[in-house]
């Protein structure tokens, strides 16, 4: 099954899509990975899903990602009082309103916060946003386990609703005790990703890593502001990032998102690591069998930035209209790939190669393949290292990866352009040429009389060793 697109699609799994026939249906559609959303479901629901996602990849032949999202620290307010009893009470613009780490139900004039952590960060000044921003308050005074704030916009406040503090740096790690029970069953389950949740620092990174060890590749969620300050050296640490623009979208003011969105996939492609555009992108279709104009137009934006992937919620996850969503997301990001516009765009965006052997092998096979019209580039690899960086190169031409590690193979399925085959190593040239125009003809990639692009490593199964490139016929 070759996809008629670079960009990848994520599609999240919940109750809408945990069968079997949805999962196959879903990748038929489109879908190249899929994310489990540890924020909802248990462990019994994720581990069955992840089995089904197995038995599609044993069926199409193709290797199938699997990431594993972690909820992350979330701060809510306690239980709240009001005169119904848990119906909540209305917080008027103007007033003054008290949060403290008191146990007691919340009235009209306070509520309980119950993290310590919010107290020892705050400081006068500073915004409280909550419920995804409907309701702004500012600390006008401030205690060690009280903060009395200025409504500055009103609403309703009910129970357990979350709390985001844009201005604060927050003393809390991006793993929770939840998140380390949850990430232990995801590696022990076999996900290929894990993705962190509110990463304010690079130390976040190296805590994960830590924990994870090397048994699966680490994605950075980009979502507070916070982690903006670092941003260069997060991309440093992490395997890919994420602009994860949900929380984004209520800490920092809404017409910053769209520029912080372009300027962290340009980042991340300079970094040549494998960058995600979240949240909302067809929100609509989670009950409508067609999207917005403008959801169509947000998820061609991300596209044309050169996001290596795009990323469905809600809309799988729970939605009505699971495989309607994904087939519109591929539709849509194939027809941008074949704007002639899209192919400049790609090329104004190139990194300059650094001075190894591998670059500038991967960059000549881009260049090679455009001037002798080649109908692909095929890159063996062991780490997939060389893989990525063919991707960054971001060619005009599918890129067909030949790895022996099918761990190697999933964890590939984000990245832009590449499609991944479980194959052996090559033993030789010219098993390494044969191999290559075999699966390329099985893959429908190439047709026999065309050319081929081929870059390897000598002595063959070197992991970081790419120094070979030759030019194929395809018998």
Request: with cysteine.
């Amino acid at each position: 099954m070759q996809r008629n697109r670079s960009t990848k699609i994520i599609a999240t799994l919940g109750p809408a899509s945990s069968d079997l026939e949805t999962i196959a249906g879903l990748h038929a559609a489109g879908a190249d990975l899929f994310r489990l959303n540890f924020s909802h479901g248990d462990h019994a629901d994720h581990l069955a899903r992840l089995r089904a996602i197995r038995e599609v990849e044993k069926s199409v032949g193709m290797p199938i990602g699997v990431m594993a999202d972690m909820q992350g620290p979330k701060i809510r307010v306690g239980t709240i009082g009001g005169d119904g009893g848990g119906v909540g009470i209305d917080l008027v613009e103007g007033s003054t309103y008290s949060f403290d780490l008191q146990d007691t139900p919340g009235d009209d004039k306070r509520a309980p916060l119950p993290h310590p952590e919010v107290f020892a960060a705050l400081k006068v000044g500073m915004d409280l946003l909550i419920d995804d921003g409907k309701l702004r308050l500012t600390v006008q005074k401030l205690g060690r386990d009280r903060a009395e704030c200025t409504v500055i916009t009103g609403g309703r406040l009910t129970d357990r609703k979350g709390v985001n503090l844009p201005q604060a740096l927050l003393p809390m790690g991006a793993m929770t005790a939840k998140d380390q029970k949850d990430l232990r069953f995801a590696l022990d389950a076999g996900v290929d990703w894990v993705a962190l949740s509110f990463v304010q620092r690079p130390d976040d990174i190296a805590e994960a890593r830590r924990l994870i060890a090397g048994r699966a590749a680490v994605m950075a969620k980009i979502e507070k502001p916070a982690a903006l300050h670092q941003i260069d050296e997060i991309i440093e640490m992490s395997d890919a990032i994420m602009v994860a623009r949900g929380d984004l979208g209520v800490e920092l003011p809404v017409e910053e998102v769209p520029a912080l969105q372009k300027d962290l996939v340009r980042r991340a492609r300079r970094a040549g690591k494998p960058v995600v555009v979240a949240t909302q992108m067809l929100e609509s279709m989670i009950s409508s069998p067609v999207p917005t104009r403008a959801e169509v137009s947000d998820v061609a934006a991300a596209v044309y930035d050169g996001a290596d992937a795009v990323m469905l919620s809600g809309e799988t996850a729970s939605g009505q209209f699971p495989l309607a969503a994904v087939e519109v997301m591929d539709r849509v990001a194939a027809k941008v790939e074949r704007d002639p516009s899209y192919h400049k765009i790609m090329d104004a965006e190139h990194a300059d190669p650094e001075a190894t052997s591998a670059d500038a092998i991967t960059a000549a096979a881009r260049q090679v393949a455009e001037t002798i019209s080649a109908s692909a580039i095929v890159t063996y690899t062991t780490s997939g290292s060389t893989a990525l960086r063919a991707a960054r190169e971001r060619p005009p031409v599918p890129t067909l990866v030949l790895t022996p590690s099918l761990i190697t193979a999933r964890r590939l399925a984000v990245a832009w352009g590449l499609s991944c085959v479980h194959s052996a190593d090559a033993s030789g040239f010219t098993d390494m040429v044969d191999r290559a125009c075999r699966v390329a003809a099985d893959r429908g990639i190439a047709s026999s009389g065309d050319r081929l692009v081929i870059t390897a490593g000598v002595p063959f199964g070197t992991p970081g060793a790419t120094n070979t490139l030759r030019i194929a016929w395809v018998p």
